[in-house]
Protein backbone atom coordinates (compact mmCIF):
# COMPACT_ATOMS: atom_id res chain seq x y z
CA UNK A 1 0.00 0.00 0.00
CA UNK A 2 2.83 2.50 0.91
CA UNK A 3 4.46 1.63 -2.10
CA UNK A 4 1.53 2.63 -4.32
CA UNK A 5 1.31 5.78 -2.72
CA UNK A 6 4.40 6.64 -3.35
CA UNK A 7 4.53 6.09 -6.58
CA UNK A 8 1.22 7.64 -7.85
CA UNK A 9 2.93 10.96 -6.17
CA UNK A 10 6.34 10.03 -7.59
CA UNK A 11 4.68 9.78 -10.87
CA UNK A 12 2.08 12.88 -10.04
CA UNK A 13 5.73 14.84 -10.05
CA UNK A 14 7.06 13.07 -13.22
CA UNK A 15 9.69 10.67 -11.24
CA UNK A 16 9.86 7.11 -11.25
CA UNK A 17 10.47 5.42 -7.95
CA UNK A 18 11.58 2.01 -7.59
CA UNK A 19 11.22 0.61 -4.00
CA UNK A 20 12.95 -2.73 -3.63
CA UNK A 21 13.14 -4.52 -0.22
CA UNK A 22 16.17 -6.78 0.25
CA UNK A 23 14.93 -10.50 0.25
CA UNK A 24 14.65 -12.40 3.25
CA UNK A 25 16.23 -15.72 1.79
CA UNK A 26 19.11 -15.91 -0.87
CA UNK A 27 18.38 -17.12 -4.11
CA UNK A 28 17.16 -20.73 -4.92
CA UNK A 29 20.03 -23.20 -4.75
CA UNK A 30 21.84 -20.61 -2.74
CA UNK A 31 20.23 -21.20 1.16
CA UNK A 32 23.57 -23.53 2.15
CA UNK A 33 23.26 -25.80 5.14
CA UNK A 34 21.42 -23.35 7.32
CA UNK A 35 20.61 -19.62 8.11
CA UNK A 36 20.06 -18.91 12.21
CA UNK A 37 18.56 -15.32 11.74
CA UNK A 38 17.55 -15.00 15.34
CA UNK A 39 21.70 -15.94 15.98
CA UNK A 40 22.38 -13.32 13.55
CA UNK A 41 20.12 -10.93 14.89
CA UNK A 42 20.77 -10.97 18.63
CA UNK A 43 25.01 -11.30 17.05
CA UNK A 44 24.29 -7.71 15.56
CA UNK A 45 22.89 -6.08 18.54
CA UNK A 46 25.27 -7.41 21.26
CA UNK A 47 27.90 -5.38 18.56
CA UNK A 48 25.81 -2.31 18.59
CA UNK A 49 25.22 -2.52 22.49
CA UNK A 50 28.72 -3.18 23.23
CA UNK A 51 30.31 -1.09 20.63
CA UNK A 52 27.66 1.74 19.87
CA UNK A 53 27.91 1.06 15.82
CA UNK A 54 27.27 -1.25 13.62
CA UNK A 55 29.81 -2.68 11.38
CA UNK A 56 31.39 -0.77 8.04
CA UNK A 57 32.76 -4.19 6.63
CA UNK A 58 32.91 -7.93 7.11
CA UNK A 59 35.35 -10.72 6.56
CA UNK A 60 33.51 -14.55 6.69
CA UNK A 61 35.58 -17.44 6.63
CA UNK A 62 34.11 -20.37 5.88
CA UNK A 63 31.36 -18.12 3.97
CA UNK A 64 29.70 -21.50 2.80
CA UNK A 65 27.34 -19.84 0.38
CA UNK A 66 27.58 -16.34 2.32
CA UNK A 67 24.34 -16.49 3.09
CA UNK A 68 24.94 -15.34 6.54
CA UNK A 69 26.84 -12.81 4.80
CA UNK A 70 24.34 -11.69 2.26
CA UNK A 71 21.27 -11.52 5.02
CA UNK A 72 24.41 -9.08 7.85
CA UNK A 73 24.91 -6.95 4.33
CA UNK A 74 20.94 -6.70 4.35
CA UNK A 75 20.67 -5.77 8.06
CA UNK A 76 23.75 -3.65 8.21
CA UNK A 77 23.47 -1.80 4.68
CA UNK A 78 26.91 -2.81 3.52
CA UNK A 79 28.19 -2.14 0.16
CA UNK A 80 28.83 -5.42 -1.74
CA UNK A 81 32.70 -4.83 -2.52
CA UNK A 82 32.49 -3.99 1.45
CA UNK A 83 31.81 -7.90 2.19
CA UNK A 84 34.91 -10.42 1.91
CA UNK A 85 33.74 -14.16 1.23
CA UNK A 86 36.29 -16.94 1.92
CA UNK A 87 35.28 -19.95 0.95
CA UNK A 88 37.81 -23.24 -0.91
CA UNK A 89 35.27 -25.17 -2.00
CA UNK A 90 35.36 -24.91 -5.60
CA UNK A 91 31.97 -25.23 -6.63
CA UNK A 92 30.32 -23.44 -3.84
CA UNK A 93 33.13 -20.50 -4.42
CA UNK A 94 31.45 -20.41 -7.65
CA UNK A 95 27.81 -19.79 -6.90
CA UNK A 96 28.61 -17.30 -4.60
CA UNK A 97 30.80 -15.45 -7.69
CA UNK A 98 28.02 -15.58 -10.05
CA UNK A 99 25.09 -14.52 -7.41
CA UNK A 100 26.79 -12.04 -5.31
CA UNK A 101 28.76 -8.89 -5.96
CA UNK A 102 30.88 -9.65 -2.94
CA UNK A 103 34.23 -9.98 -3.08
CA UNK A 104 34.99 -13.96 -3.05
CA UNK A 105 38.67 -15.57 -2.48
CA UNK A 106 38.39 -19.32 -3.00
CA UNK A 107 41.20 -20.31 -0.99
CA UNK A 108 41.33 -21.73 2.73
CA UNK A 109 42.59 -19.83 5.50
CA UNK A 110 44.96 -21.06 8.16
CA UNK A 111 48.31 -19.87 9.86
CA UNK A 112 50.59 -20.67 6.66
CA UNK A 113 50.56 -19.26 3.05
CA UNK A 114 50.55 -22.08 0.43
CA UNK A 115 49.02 -25.42 -0.85
CA UNK A 116 46.92 -27.85 1.21
CA UNK A 117 44.88 -30.64 0.67
CA UNK A 118 41.26 -30.00 1.09
CA UNK A 119 38.57 -32.27 2.13
CA UNK A 120 35.50 -31.48 -0.07
CA UNK A 121 32.07 -32.74 1.09
CA UNK A 122 30.35 -33.93 -2.56
CA UNK A 123 27.39 -31.78 -2.79
CA UNK A 124 25.34 -34.50 -4.28
CA UNK A 125 25.23 -36.71 -1.14
CA UNK A 126 24.52 -34.70 1.60
CA UNK A 127 22.28 -31.84 2.61
CA UNK A 128 24.57 -30.29 5.20
CA UNK A 129 27.05 -28.11 2.47
CA UNK A 130 29.51 -26.40 5.47
CA UNK A 131 31.27 -29.73 6.62
CA UNK A 132 34.37 -29.35 4.58
CA UNK A 133 37.65 -28.28 6.16
CA UNK A 134 41.20 -29.03 5.83
CA UNK A 135 41.41 -31.34 8.54
CA UNK A 136 39.33 -34.73 8.70
CA UNK A 137 36.59 -35.21 10.35
CA UNK A 138 36.76 -38.35 12.91
CA UNK A 139 33.36 -39.35 12.77
CA UNK A 140 31.91 -38.66 9.29
CA UNK A 141 31.64 -40.80 6.42
CA UNK A 142 34.93 -39.90 4.49
CA UNK A 143 33.08 -41.13 0.98
CA UNK A 144 30.89 -38.11 1.40
CA UNK A 145 34.20 -36.02 0.84
CA UNK A 146 37.09 -35.96 -2.21
CA UNK A 147 40.10 -34.32 -1.55
CA UNK A 148 41.39 -31.62 -3.62
CA UNK A 149 44.81 -29.10 -3.67
CA UNK A 150 43.29 -25.85 -2.66
CA UNK A 151 44.90 -22.44 -1.90
CA UNK A 152 45.61 -21.62 1.51
CA UNK A 153 46.44 -17.81 2.72
CA UNK A 154 47.09 -16.48 6.26
CA UNK A 155 44.81 -13.65 6.85
CA UNK A 156 47.74 -10.91 7.74
CA UNK A 157 48.51 -11.84 4.10
CA UNK A 158 45.05 -11.88 3.20
CA UNK A 159 45.13 -8.12 4.88
CA UNK A 160 47.82 -6.92 2.60
CA UNK A 161 46.42 -8.27 -0.48
CA UNK A 162 43.09 -6.39 -0.22
CA UNK A 163 45.11 -3.15 1.26
CA UNK A 164 42.43 -3.34 4.25
CA UNK A 165 43.15 -1.10 7.23
CA UNK A 166 40.70 -2.79 9.26
CA UNK A 167 37.84 -5.41 10.00
CA UNK A 168 34.67 -4.44 12.13
CA UNK A 169 33.08 -8.04 11.77
CA UNK A 170 34.98 -11.09 11.11
CA UNK A 171 33.31 -14.76 11.30
CA UNK A 172 34.76 -17.87 11.65
CA UNK A 173 33.26 -21.04 10.63
CA UNK A 174 35.99 -23.71 9.49
CA UNK A 175 35.51 -26.98 10.84
CA UNK A 176 38.45 -27.31 13.69
CA UNK A 177 40.90 -24.61 11.78
CA UNK A 178 39.19 -21.25 14.15
CA UNK A 179 42.62 -21.50 16.20
CA UNK A 180 44.69 -21.84 13.07
CA UNK A 181 42.87 -18.98 11.00
CA UNK A 182 42.74 -16.35 14.17
CA UNK A 183 47.25 -17.23 14.84
CA UNK A 184 47.12 -16.45 11.08
CA UNK A 185 46.20 -12.56 11.62
CA UNK A 186 49.29 -12.00 13.55
CA UNK A 187 49.69 -8.58 14.84
CA UNK A 188 47.35 -7.71 12.84
CA UNK A 189 44.82 -8.74 14.79
CA UNK A 190 44.51 -5.37 16.70
CA UNK A 191 43.00 -4.12 13.49
CA UNK A 192 40.03 -6.45 13.97
CA UNK A 193 36.83 -4.93 16.33
CA UNK A 194 34.72 -7.87 16.60
CA UNK A 195 35.20 -11.57 15.85
CA UNK A 196 32.22 -14.54 15.94
CA UNK A 197 33.70 -17.97 15.95
CA UNK A 198 32.55 -21.33 16.60
CA UNK A 199 34.69 -23.59 18.51
CA UNK A 200 34.55 -27.15 19.87
CA UNK A 201 34.77 -28.48 23.69
CA UNK A 202 36.36 -32.10 22.19
CA UNK A 203 38.47 -33.31 19.47
CA UNK A 204 35.95 -33.77 16.77
CA UNK A 205 38.20 -32.91 14.06
CA UNK A 206 41.85 -34.80 13.50
CA UNK A 207 44.35 -32.66 15.55
CA UNK A 208 42.13 -29.63 16.11
CA UNK A 209 42.94 -26.94 18.54
CA UNK A 210 40.14 -27.33 21.14
CA UNK A 211 37.75 -24.24 23.04
CA UNK A 212 39.91 -23.63 25.70
CA UNK A 213 42.96 -22.99 23.36
CA UNK A 214 41.01 -21.30 21.36
CA UNK A 215 39.56 -18.96 23.97
CA UNK A 216 43.09 -18.46 25.29
CA UNK A 217 44.38 -17.12 22.40
CA UNK A 218 41.45 -14.65 21.80
CA UNK A 219 41.90 -13.64 25.67
CA UNK A 220 45.40 -13.26 25.32
CA UNK A 221 45.23 -10.88 22.64
CA UNK A 222 43.08 -8.32 23.98
CA UNK A 223 39.55 -9.41 23.12
CA UNK A 224 36.98 -9.35 25.30
CA UNK A 225 33.95 -12.60 25.60
CA UNK A 226 30.59 -10.63 25.22
CA UNK A 227 28.09 -13.89 24.18
CA UNK A 228 28.53 -17.89 24.95
CA UNK A 229 26.12 -20.06 23.39
CA UNK A 230 26.53 -24.07 23.47
CA UNK A 231 24.84 -25.71 20.64
CA UNK A 232 22.35 -28.45 21.79
CA UNK A 233 24.67 -31.12 21.08
CA UNK A 234 27.16 -30.39 23.67
CA UNK A 235 30.20 -30.24 21.52
CA UNK A 236 30.37 -27.18 19.95
CA UNK A 237 29.26 -23.39 20.91
CA UNK A 238 29.19 -19.85 19.32
CA UNK A 239 30.62 -16.96 20.82
CA UNK A 240 31.17 -13.31 20.42
CA UNK A 241 34.13 -11.59 21.41
CA UNK A 242 34.89 -7.45 20.43
CA UNK A 243 38.87 -6.21 21.10
CA UNK A 244 38.39 -4.86 24.95
CA UNK A 245 38.91 -1.37 24.37
CA UNK A 246 36.08 -0.92 22.44
CA UNK A 247 34.18 -2.43 24.61
CA UNK A 248 31.44 0.27 26.55
CA UNK A 249 31.58 -1.10 29.78
CA UNK A 250 28.79 0.40 32.45
CA UNK A 251 29.74 0.97 35.70
CA UNK A 252 27.42 2.67 38.01
CA UNK A 253 28.99 5.97 39.97
CA UNK A 254 27.55 5.85 43.50
CA UNK A 255 28.59 9.75 44.17
CA UNK A 256 26.35 10.47 41.38
CA UNK A 257 23.84 7.98 41.26
CA UNK A 258 23.63 6.89 37.82
CA UNK A 259 24.88 4.43 35.33
CA UNK A 260 28.34 5.50 33.30
CA UNK A 261 29.62 4.40 29.95
CA UNK A 262 33.24 3.12 29.95
CA UNK A 263 35.51 2.57 27.20
Known sequence: MLNSIVQWIARFFGFVVVLEKIPKYPAVGMEGSKIDFKYLDHVSDLIEQFTGRTPRNLVEVGANYAQDAFYLSGKWSLCPKSIYAIEPHPEIAEQ??????????????????????????DLGTTSNTGISSLLQHTLNDPSQNRHVIVQVTRLDAFFKEFNLKFIDFLKIDVEGMTYEVLDGLGALISDVACIQIESEYIRVWEGQKVQHEVYSLLEDRGFQLVDHMLQMDGVQADSLWIRQELVLHRVFDITNQKWVDKP
Open 96 to 121: ISSQYEFVVIPKAVSNVNGQMQFSAV
